[in-house]
Each structure stands twice: as structure tokens, then as C-alpha cells.
């Protein structure tokens, strides 16, 4: 189905974008995301979502909006004290009228899942369960002044394979969005098939210098039918 | 041989080439497709970048019956399709 007058005109600068295209775009349209988090590690995140052009969001976060949340690019002061997934779907509807944007609800079934919760324990319940659906899924997880992006096509090494134990540091705002962002990019990378790694790889950004590794399965992991898959 | 045509006029740039590469887009390759643009930034971007892409302009010529200032570029589809992101 091609593009759409409003479409055209609301995604111009990203058809410019090599490969890209009408076709890649048709595949954002297409996709229904679940982001698991809604804080502000996923905020960033889930506008740049939104303003590609991803056809459905579903925001997976059961906590209320805090005072601390207003970081998050998503919140007003208004919103204190309302769940978090309703006032963030309803920023993204406001901020892209062209994608749907509601609450994750069980019975949902997304194409592809971006986890950036912000607790590690989350993050490996939800990657898990993307790669046990076989859905492509990203992972943020931002460290004090940097973070990583995990990138898992359907298939690849696993989030638990790539996990490295970082500094434990409380993120400065500014590597939660950049590493937020840095995971919404390589998810619509993935999604719209543009990307030049089809392999798993994990990014870690570390005082602005992003550094990409192909991941490799660990032997044993449960995610491979054999050992080393994954290896280059 | 017979070209696709597309009126870019209307359109300021980058919205002059975005549809252009849209209707490359939707052509095979070796296909024709002739695009009237204005002159001026749309007739100088508008072929850059076709070419830059992999696809090759054919002819570039004035539209005097068009008005003044309206030009008519063919590009032919190029192959490869342009390098992934």
C-alpha cells in the first residue's frame, strides 16, 4: 500500500535516508512495538518512535508518573500521579497523530519490542519473553555517563549472552536520553530492514564513544540449538 | 520510450526530490521517469541526487510551453537501488 498524501509529507526528511524509502517506511507503518518503560530512559525513546512513523505503540509500564518522571520528555507537571502508559500514550498521539498509541494490554501481540525499563531485572524478564516469541527487540540500559543498546533480530544471541555487568552508576540524564534514543534508532533500523548488521551486537557508549560488537552466543545458553551460533 | 511523469513545481526542496525518489521508487529498474521541476534549487538538487543514488538523468531541458522557469529532467532507474543505511 503506498504512502499516504499526509504520510509523504510527515516522514520527508526520513524517506531521504538511504534505503529507507517508501518501502522501509511502509514496514515502521506496519509494526506494532511494545516498549517496556516508560521513565525516562524510554521517553526519548518512544517519541523518536512515534515521530518515525511506528505504526503502534503499546507502552508497557505500570507505575504512576513522579515528579522525577518530568525528565522523561513525555510528562507535564498535570500528569503526577497518572499511570505512566496512559499519559505517555496520549503524549505520543499528541506529538504523531498518524501512529497509534495506547496502554500494553495482555493479548497484545507486537511485531517487535524495545526494553528500556531501567531495572535490570525487568529488562531480562521482558527480553526473554520477546525472545521466546521469536519478535526482534532492542535493550537500553543507561550507566552513568553512557550505557549499552543490545540488538536482537529474531534468532540472534540472547539479551543474557550479551549482558555485561556495568559500573552501576545512577545515568546522567543526558546518556539516558542519548542511550534511549541510540535503541529507538537501531529498533526502527531493524524493523524497517534497513540495517547494515544483521547480526545480534551490542553498542556501548561509554563518554560518548560508541563502540559495536557483534554478540556471541554463550556456550550452553538455552536460546541456540548450537553452541558458537552467533559467532562471526 | 515512454516516462512516468511527475510535477514537482508546487514543491519546495527537500519535498521536490522526496517525491521524485518515491516515484523512482515504485519503477523498474531501466524505466523512465520524467519529472518537471523548477528552476533553480530543484534543478540543480533534483539530478544530483538521482545520480548520487545510482539512478542516470537522460535529458534535462527547458519547458517553454510550461511557462518560464519550468524544466523537464528523465532519469532512468538506475541498478543496484541505492546502498542500505
Not at chain 1, 48 to 55: E, P, R, S, T, V
Not at chain 1, 101 to 111: D, Q, Y
Not at chain 1, 182 to 209: H, K, T, Y
Not at chain 2, 13 to 26: F, W
Request: charged share 20%; glycine share 12%; net charge negative.
Amino acid at each position: 500500500m503506498a504512502l499516504s498524501e499526509s504520510q509523504i509529507g510527515r516522514y520527508a526528511r526520513q524517506l531521504l535516508l538511504p534505503g529507507l524509502g517508501e518501502a522501509g517506511q511502509e514496514r515502521l507503518g506496519a509494526a506494532r512495538v511494545r516498549v517496556v518503560g516508560a521513565g525516562p530512559l524510554a521517553g526519548p525513546a518512544l517519541l523518536y518512535l512515534a515521530q518515525a512513523g511506528m505504526g503502534r505503540l503499546w507502552v508497557d509500564d505500570a507505575a504512576m508518573v513522579s515528579p522525577e518522571d518530568l525528565s522523561a520528555w513525555l510528562y507535564g507537571p498535570g500528569d503526577v500521579g497518572r499511570p505512566r502508559s496512559a499519559a505517555a500514550a496520549e503524549a505520543l498521539r499528541t506529538a504523531n497523530g498518524l501512529v497509534e498509541a495506547e496502554p500494553f494490554r495482555a493479548g497484545n501481540l507486537p511485531t517487535a519490542v524495545l526494553v528500556a525499563s531501567g531495572a535490570q531485572s525487568t529488562d531480562r524478564v521482558a527480553a526473554e519473553e520477546a525472545r521466546l516469541l521469536g519478535l526482534p527487540h532492542v535493550v537500553a540500559e543507561a550507566d552513568g555517563e553512557g550505557g549499552a543498546v543490545t540488538v536482537i533480530p529474531a534468532g540472534s544471541p540472547c539479551y543474557k549472552c550479551a549482558f555485561r555487568t556495568g559500573h552501576g552508576a545512577i545515568p546522567t540524564p543526558a546518556a539516558t536520553a542519548a542511550v534511549g534514543a541510540l535503541a529507538a534508532l537501531e529498533l526502527v533500523l531493524l524493523v524497517a530492514d534497513v540495517s547494515q548488521e544483521p547480526r545480534g551486537r551490542r553498542i556501548d557508549l561509554v563518554r560518548g564513544q560508541p563502540m559495536a560488537r557483534p554478540t556471541v552466543r554463550l556456550p550452553g545458553c538455552t536460546c541456540g540449538a548450537g553452541a558458537n551460533e552467533g559467532i562471526p | 520510450m515512454s516516462a512516468t511523469r511527475l510535477d514537482v513545481r508546487a514543491y519546495a526542496c527537500p519535498m521536490t526530490y522526496v517525491r521524485t525518489r518515491i516515484a523512482l521508487e515504485r519503477l523498474r529498474v531501466g524505466e523512465a521517469l520524467e519529472v518537471w521541476l523548477a528552476a533553480g534549487e530543484p534543478l540543480e538538487s533534483v539530478p544530483r541526487n538521482a545520480v548520487e543514488e545510482g539512478h542516470r538523468v537522460l535529458s534535462c531541458e527547458p519547458l517553454p510551453a510550461e511557462g518560464a522557469g519550468s524544466w523537464r529532467v528523465v532519469i532512468e532507474k538506475g541498478n543496484p537501488p541505492p546502498e542500505p543505511l
